[in-house]
């Protein structure tokens, strides 16, 4: 079992930065694949990002790449989500999760967000003025 506790949400005005952190129990936190998924009002959980057990390996959806980057820490049960020059449509809830496996990039994008997790935290709000 793994719960999982985000962090670090908050107002932000577009073109600004925020470090999102997610902290996560047990003792096992290094045999997971930890991603970072988002949900909008009126719309369904989307994938954002995810890291390899062990870090060497990640996979971001296109509308992130180049903004945001995805880190962990196993020695601290962490892991990391750095968002750069937000835009107002990245308001969300962002949520944690933990997953027994690590999968292609398109399993990712297309279905993790319902079925590729086995762990997820309470979500942080993010939300970005214009």
């Known amino acids: 079992q793994v719960q999982l506790v985000e962090s670090g949400g908050g107002l932000v005005q577009a073109g600004g930065s925020l470090r999102l952190s997610c902290a996560a129990s047990?003792?096992?936190?290094?045999?997971?694949?930890m991603g970072w998924f988002r949900q909008s009002p009126g719309k369904d959980r989307e994938f954002v990002a995810v890291?390899?057990?062990?870090?060497?390996?990640?996979y971001y959806a296109d509308f992130v790449k180049g903004r945001f980057t995805i880190s962990r820490d196993n020695a601290k049960n962490s892991v990391y989500l750095q968002m750069n020059s937000l835009k107002p449509e990245d308001t969300a809830v962002y949520y944690c999760?933990?997953?027994?496996?690590?999968?292609?990039?398109?399993?990712?994008?297309?279905?993790?967000?319902?079925?590729?997790?086995?762990?997820w935290g309470k979500g942080t709000l993010v939300a970005v003025s214009s």
């Open positions: 999760a933990a997953g027994t496996r690590y999968y292609s990039g398109t399993f990712y994008y297309t279905q993790a967000a319902k079925y590729g997790m086995d762990y």
């Open positions: 890291i390899s057990w062990s870090g060497g390996s990640t």
């Open positions: 047990g003792r096992t936190f290094s045999s997971y694949s």
